[in-house]
């Protein structure tokens, strides 16, 4: 069985759990989109914090320009951390994971106060280390990733959302669910049947459904939690015993196409799974 689906959207995340940025073309490394989750932020004690337990982050806007990370918040001047510092090296948690990483220094920390009231630093990816997702799910295959929570690229189709907000009593945008890449041409829920995505030089093979979080239940605009949908409605059908979540989406990883690009509007084949998912 064939088919194809269309690139709708391309997403990247900078700094892990603050504000998405949209994209027109992504440039593909190992470990995902270029620079995505290259930055976050750490406890003093270098344990990870994301919108779980800060929803404002959402309302942190990384950007990337003129040899810098600049960051920007609600009615505060924006701070600037030149790429070619390297502050301390330091060790930090994601998870079980311990990774290696720079601590970007104490101005930006106290920009980071003002903004959510909470000590803590950044820090930036170590590339001199390699950080892999499980090898329970990705197999044969070393996919390497930075500071995401366990793999490099997030899949999700409009179809599936579609169907979801058919469900709820007030629609909800993708960017609560943080994707990578938006697929359309699907039908509601076929990523979870879809073993590769491949074109022009790029092969994404899909090997995890990606387990919700409440960080679904963030406004990503106004950083403020709204009640537990979607995870009310998605527990209702969406529940994997197995993985003892409710899924949404699908974690990918990159086969091939390491420099190669992505791009809105560009049409990639399919290779489904041999066998139903569950």
Excluded at 18 to 27: D, F
Excluded at 40 to 59: D, K, N, Y
Excluded at 70 to 91: C, D, F, K, V, Y
Aim: aromatic share 8%; charged share 25%; glycine share 8%.
């Amino acid at each position: 069985m064939s088919g194809s689906a269309r690139v709708a959207a391309l997403h990247y995340y900078p700094l892990k759990s603050a504000r998405g940025i949209e994209l027109e073309r992504a440039l593909l490394t190992l470990a995902g989109f270029e620079d995505d989750r290259r930055w976050m932020l750490v406890t003093v004690a270098g344990r990870f914090i994301t919108q779980r337990e800060l929803p404002r982050l959402a309302l942190l806007r990384p950007c990337l320009a003129a040899g810098a990370l600049q960051l920007s918040a609600p009615q505060l001047p924006p701070i600037s951390i030149p790429l070619a510092h390297q502050g301390e090296r330091r060790t930090v948690t994601v998870w079980r994971d311990q990774c290696d990483a720079f601590d970007e220094g104490d101005e930006v920390a106290a920009w980071l106060k003002l903004v959510l009231d909470c000590d803590c630093r950044l820090v930036r990816f170590d590339p001199g280390q390699r950080r892999l997702s499980a090898r329970d799910w990705t197999g044969e295959f070393e996919a390497e990733i930075r500071f995401p929570d366990g793999f490099p690229i997030l899949a999700v189709s409009t179809a599936s959302l579609s169907d979801l907000n058919a469900r709820l009593a007030a629609r909800l945008p993708m960017n609560r669910f943080r994707p990578n890449i938006v697929l359309e041409g699907l039908q509601a829920y076929d990523e979870d049947r879809i073993d590769e995505l491949y074109g022009d030089g790029v092969r994404l093979k899909l090997v995890k459904a990606c387990t919700r979080c409440r960080i679904t239940t963030t406004n990503q605009d106004s950083g403020a939690v709204e009640g537990d949908e979607p995870l009310r409605t998605l527990r209702g059908y969406r529940y994997d015993r197995q993985l003892q979540g409710v899924c949404f989406g699908q974690n990918a990883i990159v086969i091939e196409g390491a420099g190669a690009s992505l791009s809105r509007g560009q049409t990639l084949d399919i290779r489904w799974r041999e066998h139903q998912a569950r």
